[in-house]
T-cell receptor, first 113, second 114 residues
Framework: NAGVTQTPKFRILKIGQSMTLQCTQD?????MYWYRQDPGMGLKLIYY???????DKGEVPNGYNVSRSTTEDFPLRLELAAPSQTSVYFC????????????FGDGTRLSIL | AQSVAQPEDQVNVAEGNPLTVKCTYS??????LFWYVQYPNRGLQFLLK??????LVKGSYGFEAEFNKSQTSFHLKKPSALVSDSALYFC????????????FGSGTQLTVLP
């Protein structure tokens, strides 16, 4: 199994551009998450999904959108990129109850210039 | 509200010595506690968790953690550190009764010196 796969690994955007960060998983995770990681700040939850067709906002959703049309895919959309969105983005998935661990992809490093 | 604190940004330890990475938490109900490790340019990897039961939890790569309810702590430990243990470590908590998501600490950079 590939686990949780994120593409691209690196990207540089200009201010105002848009892009989609891809996340796909083959572990049959019903729950999926998008986090951003900033130095010294830990991980902040952007959006999450409890199953296909169901998404909800996390702690820092402004400037982002998600969709979950299939169980496997959970793309994150950035509209009108801003320098404050420069970060490392991680997708994660979880199967089962809330006492189960999340499984993370290797991240997308995004710079907005 | 739930929260978690990792009071040390950086921990240095000599190879072969025991290591401890500290974590304290705050929840209103019973906690689910997790430790993750992150190597450079990689995602977080699950190490171990406490849900209920024995206060000493054993995990991957020889790590263990001790749950202390009275001190609201969940410190990560290893009896003998390896240079390859050098990485960024995150503690995370979820209030089993009320919270919908995990809250992560800010991370502790562990450096094991040869």
């Amino acid at each position: 199994n590939a686990g949780v796969t994120q593409t691209p690994k690196f990207r540089i955007l200009k201010i105002g551009q848009s892009m989609t960060l891809q996340c796909t998983q083959d572990m049959n995770h019903n729950y999926m998450y998008w986090y951003r990681q900033d130095p010294g700040m830990g991980l902040k939850l952007i959006y999450y999904s409890v199953g296909a067709g169901i998404t909800d906002k996390g702690e820092v959703p402004n400037g982002y959108n998600v969709s979950r049309s299939t169980t496997e895919d959970f793309p994150l959309r950035l509209e009108l990129a801003a320098p404050s969105q420069t970060s490392v983005y991680f997708c994660a998935g979880r199967t089962g109850g809330s006492n189960q661990p999340q499984h993370f992809g290797d991240g997308t490093r995004l710079s907005i210039l | 509200a739930q929260s978690v604190a990792q009071p040390e940004d950086q921990v240095n330890v000599a190879e072969g010595n025991p290591l401890t990475v500290k974590c304290t938490y705050s929840v209103s109900g019973n906690p689910y506690l997790f430790w993750y490790v992150q190597y450079p340019n990689r995602g977080l990897q699950f190490l171990l968790k406490y849900i209920t039961g024995d206060n000493l939890v054993k995990g991957s790569y020889g790590f263990e953690a001790e749950f202390n309810k009275s001190q609201t702590s969940f410190h990560l430990k290893k009896p003998s550190a390896l240079v390859s243990d050098s990485a960024l470590y995150f503690c995370a908590v979820r209030d089993s009764g009320s919270a919908r998501q995990l809250t992560f600490g800010s991370g502790t950079q562990l450096t094991v010196l040869p």
